[in-house]
């Protein structure tokens, strides 16, 4: 494999350059030989041409197949005319050809035309899904959006999530309940997102191993990806899948047909499809009888609905000429492009930026090695950091890549297991993003500091050392920094300083809007959004009767309904700590942390109760699954729903806005430095908004251990209870480093403060936090106190109103060039620093 076949390579690169001098410079790495491509730009004159197949590969097959036109007169087929017993007999002599090509015995296997890879795939699910019982469906992770969408037709299903995973179920050592009675085992030979070859030997071990009586389990091999560089062997009739299905424009790039190889032996199930078609059938009744005799001579004749494409038929048997000829044995491309693509893997995997950051993820399985033409295709799966290891957007590649004329594939790529299993998303993320705008092929492409494509490259017979080179020097010119950036934003490209004298202590998020917050653990860095910390004050409890979104001034036992957001299990856990529930309730429900619109009440799983959040009115989504609805009522006694917000997937964005902003007393007489602060306090009506979800007045609240320790000296001074930080049910609590000694304390500094920098992060402060009588509901009891209202009604009270605790929401930097702007994020320990009214601007930020 570590020789490039010179003969071969040279042939191709004369080839294209003595009869293609025009369209030099153009590379194409498109999934797959996507001959199909060149051959249309080659009548549209467009210049593009595609490197599996090309140009001169294009003009020939196409001149073979109009000599073949013009001299022979096709007729439909299936009539006794000259020109149709031709149709007929090219039809059966290009199956013959094909079966040959994959060394099928025509006495073991049997072609159905389809118009591509899917439709053959339909074709066998409909004669399962026909079947009386239904079916056992189980489909390996890697497999193509086509090979999935099966499943919506079986009565049971299982994703195999592994390779391991299915050896365990042939060996029998892992059982899958549903497998009895009829099944169908589904996976690729190669994996269309990055070209992974999976063990071609499964369905011949599960023929023999599958002793049991009640289970017939039969193979679907999807070889479309597989086939378009590599020979197929299915001269093991024994060893063969029962059902194969590839694309052959995927191999000759032209014609657009697809097939479906049985095995004649496993032939009869697929009989059960109950739907017939012209073509397909002998005789109908329709009248006074309803009855039919389907076709019966061979399997072709049941499953081939309609007329055939029997000029894309006979195109075939030019295609395989030229192919031939050109190219020579599929054997030959297989190697030639194992070769280009261990080259190209090894290029992109070097690639190396000024810090010695890799500058390509690649996608690969730990068990594949390029080369290697078992266990890997010519297909190389990536993405591109920066040198600060920030993701470059999918959308920017493919911009440069087109201005260079190289035409490659990025996006999801029609895999949903594999890119899943590679970008590491859970489903409730695949769910989030697709909530927040994501769809296969659209610009937002990094979500959360993700990526949610990736770029393919693919190389097939056309392919050439030279195409190796130009792209490596593509990726060279483009995404390699061989000097470090200029910083944008030098202030945030820093922690703050390390001597500051603040630290967050804690740092909390209250999932359901008025219950009990649920801590973040210490060093598990979390995400801020514009709306505030990363679920925070999603979901909230609305009356059944009213609408309106409970509060704990009025239900202080809300304070005993605990939230703890589950990442790994993609759930929000919910427990009630009160107790002696009525009818024995579960003292515990798990809510999905997807949005996923089939939890939802209502028609499109929505009902846009039309809640009413501090008199605000919202469109929330209602749950309707009765056990969560259960859970809540019996809980808090009274009727109330379960609701989350916004309204996903209507307008997907918050339509509520902050309402904080600087009060009297925070500001000082001093006289404003120009270019400072902004004169106006920011956030009043009619200036900037500022986005929240269900928080009452604005994304963050930040409270001060130093203030919270002054205000219970003075109550415990005056006998009363000292309060607990958590019924202010701030967001970040911030401290003073540990050298602060008491009575060295600041308390109330926060009041000043304009901007506050966390770790990397900016935050504004948008004014103090008014505060009510809900701050005396003990939040381990659901007992409500005189204190600490009292006490702060007396130091705290300014204009009338009583005030503690500092609004603010996070700043975004335009620019999102590095992985602390992509996905922002703080964590308890990070150092704070203030920058009060008479500090300078943080760096970077302009009024
Ligand atoms: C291309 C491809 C398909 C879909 O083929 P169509 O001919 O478009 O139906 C299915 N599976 C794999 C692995 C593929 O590469």
């Given at each position: 494999m570590d020789t490039m076949d010179l003969d071969y390579n040279t042939r191709i690169e004369q080839l294209r350059e003595r009869e293609y001098p025009q369209l030099e410079g153009n590379l194409v790495f498109s999934y797959a030989p996507l001959i199909m491509s060149a051959y249309i730009s080659f009548l549209s004159d467009t210049v593009y041409l595609d490197h599996a197949g090309t140009t001169p590969y294009a003009k020939s097959l196409i001149e073979r197949f109009s000599a073949d036109m013009i001299s022979n007169l096709y007729g439909n087929p299936h009539s006794a005319s000259s020109a149709s017993q031709l149709s007929t007999r090219r039809t059966e002599d290009v199956r013959l050809r094909l079966l040959g090509l994959f060394n099928a015995d025509p006495d073991d296997f049997d072609i159905v035309f389809a118009a591509n890879a899917t439709a053959g795939i339909k074709l066998v699910m409909e004669a399962f899904r026909d079947h009386g019982g239904g079916f056992w469906y189980g489909y390996h992770r890697d497999s193509h959006t086509s090979l999935v969408g099966v499943r919506e037709a079986a009565a049971r299903h299982r994703c195999f999530t592994s390779d391991a995973e299915v050896e365990g179920w042939l060996s029998g050592s892992?059982?899958?309940?549903?497998?009895?009675g009829l099944g169908l085992f589904a996976y690729p030979a190669q994996s269309n997102m990055n070209g992974r070859r999976l063990p071609l030997d499964w369905a011949g071990r599960l023929r023999c191993s599958a002793p049991k009586t009640d289970q017939a389990v039969y193979t679907l091999l999807d070889a479309a990806a597989y086939v378009s560089s590599s020979p197929l062997d299915l001269s093991n009739a024994a060893l063969a899948p029962d059902f194969t299905v590839m694309s052959l424009y995927k191999i000759f790039g032209f014609p657009d047909l697809g097939v479906l190889i049985v095995r004649k032996g496993s032939?009869?199930?697929?009989?059960?499809?109950k739907y017939f078609g012209g073509g397909t059938v002998d005789m109908v009744l329709c009248m006074k009888e309803q009855w039919h005799a389907k076709k019966s001579e061979s399997l072709h004749d049941q499953l081939e609905d309609g007329t055939l494409p029997i000029h894309s038929i006979i195109a075939l048997d030019s295609a395989m000429n030229v192919h031939q000829e050109i190219f020579g044995a599929l054997e030959r491309i297989s190697r030639h492009t194992a070769f280009l693509a261990r080259n190209l893997y090894h290029g992109l995997r070097d690639l190396r930026h000024w810090n010695n950051v890799a500058v390509c993820e690649i996608y690969k399985d730990a068990e594949s090695e390029y080369g290697d033409t078992r266990s890997q295709g010519p297909v190389v799966a990536f993405n591109i950091r920066n040198s600060q290891k920030a993701w470059v957007s999918n959308t920017e590649v493919e911009k440069l890549a087109a201005i260079k004329n190289i035409q490659l594939r990025t996006g999801g790529l029609c895999n949903p297991g594999g890119i899943a299993s590679s970008l590491g998303l859970a489903p409730w993320e695949m769910k989030e993003n697709f909530s927040a705008g994501q769809r296969c092929g659209n610009e937002n492409d990094i979500l959360g500091g993700k990526p949610t494509g990736m770029i393919r490259v693919s190389l097939g017979a056309m392919s050439s050392v030279r195409d190796i080179d130009a792209f490596l020097d593509f990726m060279n010119e483009f995404?390699?920094?061989n000097v470090a950036p200029v910083p944008a934003a030098p202030l945030l490209g820093t922690e703050a300083s390390a001597q500051s004298q603040y630290h967050v202590e804690s740092l909390t998020v209250y999932p359901i809007k008025s219950c009990a917050g649920w801590k973040v653990p210490p060093d598990m860095p979390w995400e801020v959004r514009k709306e505030g910390l990363a679920w925070d004050r999603e979901w909230c409890l609305v009356h059944q009767g009213t609408g309106t979104a409970l509060s704990q001034k009025r239900y202080?036992?809300?304070?005993?309904?605990r939230p703890i957001i589950d990442l790994e299990t993609g759930l929000l856990r919910v427990r009630y700590v009160g107790g002696g529930t009525t009818r024995g309730g579960s003292p515990e429900v798990a809510v999905p942390l997807s949005a996923d619109p089939n939890y939802f009440a209502g028609p499109d799983g929505f009902r846009t109760s039309p809640a009413n959040v501090c008199g605000d009115k919202v469109t929330a989504r209602v749950y309707k699954m009765q056990e969560i609805i259960t859970f809540f009522t019996e809980a808090l006694g009274i009727p109330c729903q379960l609701a989350r917000f916004p309204a996903v997937g209507s307008h997907g964005v918050s339509s509520r806005h902050a309402k904080a902003h600087l009060q009297q007393h925070q500001l000082r007489t001093a006289p404003q430095i120009p270019g400072a602060f902004p004169a106006a306090p920011p956030g009043e009506q009619g200036t900037i908004q500022r986005p929240i979800l269900?928080?009452?007045?604005?994304p963050i609240l930040t409270i001060s251990r130093s203030s919270l320790n002054r205000l219970n000296e003075q109550i415990k001074a005056n006998g009363g209870k000292a309060a607990q930080a958590e019924v202010f049910r701030a967001n970040i609590v911030v401290a003073e480093a540990l050298q602060a000694q008491p009575g060295t304390e600041q308390p109330y500094a926060e009041d000043h403060w304009r901007y506050m920098q966390i770790g990397r992060q900016l935050f504004q402060m948008l004014g103090s936090c008014r505060r009510c009588q809900m701050v005396c509901v003990d939040q381990n009891t659901a007992v409500k106190n005189e204190e600490p209202f009292v006490t702060l009604a007396k130091t705290r009270r300014f204009d009338g109103k009583v005030w503690f605790g500092q609004h603010g929401c996070h700043v975004q930097m335009?620019?999102?060039?590095s992985p602390h702007t992509q996905n922002p994020t703080i964590k308890v320990g990070d150092s704070v620093r203030a920058f009060g009214e008479d500090d300078d601007l943080p760096h970077g930020l302009v009024s």
């Open positions: 892992i059982i899958d309940e549903g497998s009895s032939g009869h199930v697929l009989k059960t499809r995404f390699v920094d202080p036992r809300m304070a005993l309904i269900l928080s009452n007045e604005s335009q620019d999102r060039s």
